[in-house]
T-cell receptor, first 111, second 114 residues
Framework: QKEVEQDPGPLSVPEGAIVSLNCTYS??????FMWYRQYSRKGPELLMY????GNKEDGRFTAQVDKSSKYISLFIRDSQPSDSATYLC???????????FGSGTRLSIRP | GAVVSQHPSRVICKSGTSVKIECRSL??????MFWYRQFPKKSLMLMAT?????????EQGVEKDKFLINHASLTLSTLTVTSAHPEDSSFYIC??????????FGPGTRLTVT
């Protein structure tokens, strides 16, 4: 079993829809959770960085962490074609630990 | 803020030659930088952790003599692919660890070995 599982997609939704992206993990030691966005042939861009359980909101993006279920989510409201990219979840056990990445979900927003 | 650059963005080299890739944190100091490799439609594979002023820590299966890493300053780490072969062709991405331990990624370097 992989430490971090993420549905590769592709996920296609119409513009304006709410997008839900998810990851599950097996290592209960993970405390730090991140979401990255990666456009084709570019480096990943950090979108959200959270510690432990709870919600964090930044503009149209909301990250949720449920440590009891070992499940994290990223919600994108009012999705735009420019949101079309691969979204990678990532997590680590401590602030200085190696980050483990999910395989990424390819998201396409249809105009 | 938190900008990381990589140079070159693309490089084509002949088999048997060496290639150096630079990673710079432009607006912050990074005592720790990371080097990743990414295959098409695959996630990031950590190759090594680079610490300023000390030897890099390589992940299992990564040849340290083939992938030489130097972290000579708080803003610069380099990866040298020695005696490159076609199977080394890949997308190489570096990241720099920020002040609250988050990682900021460079734009990546596409290496093609012919």
């Amino acid at each position: 079993q992989k430490e971090v599982e993420q549905d590769p997609g592709p996920l296609s939704v119409p513009e304006g829809a709410i997008v839900s992206l998810n990851c599950t993990y097996s290592n209960s030691a993970f405390q730090y959770f991140m979401w990255y966005r990666q456009y084709s042939r570019k480096g990943p861009e950090l979108l959200m960085y959270t510690y432990s359980s709870g919600n964090k909101e930044d503009g149209r993006f909301t990250a949720q962490v449920d440590k009891s279920s070992k499940y994290i989510s990223l919600f994108i409201r009012d999705s735009q074609p420019s949101d079309s990219a691969t979204y990678l979840c990532a997590m680590s056990a401590s602030s200085a630990s190696k980050i483990i990445f999910g395989s990424g979900t390819r998201l396409s927003i249809r105009p | 803020g938190a900008v990381v650059s990589q140079h070159p963005s693309r490089v084509i080299c002949k088999s048997g030659t060496s290639v150096k890739i630079e990673c710079r944190s432009l607006d912050f100091q990074a005592t720790t930088m990371f080097w990743y490799r990414q295959f098409p439609k695959k996630s990031l594979m950590l190759m090594a952790t680079s610490n300023e002023g000390s030897k890099a820590t390589y992940e299992q299966g990564v040849e340290k003599d083939k992938f030489l890493i130097n972290h000579a300053s708080l803003t610069l780490s380099t990866l040298t692919v020695t005696s490159a072969h076609p199977e080394d062709s890949s997308f190489y991405i570096c990241s720099a660890q920020g002040p609250t331990y988050e990682q900021y990624f460079g734009p990546g370097t596409r290496l093609t070995v012919t």
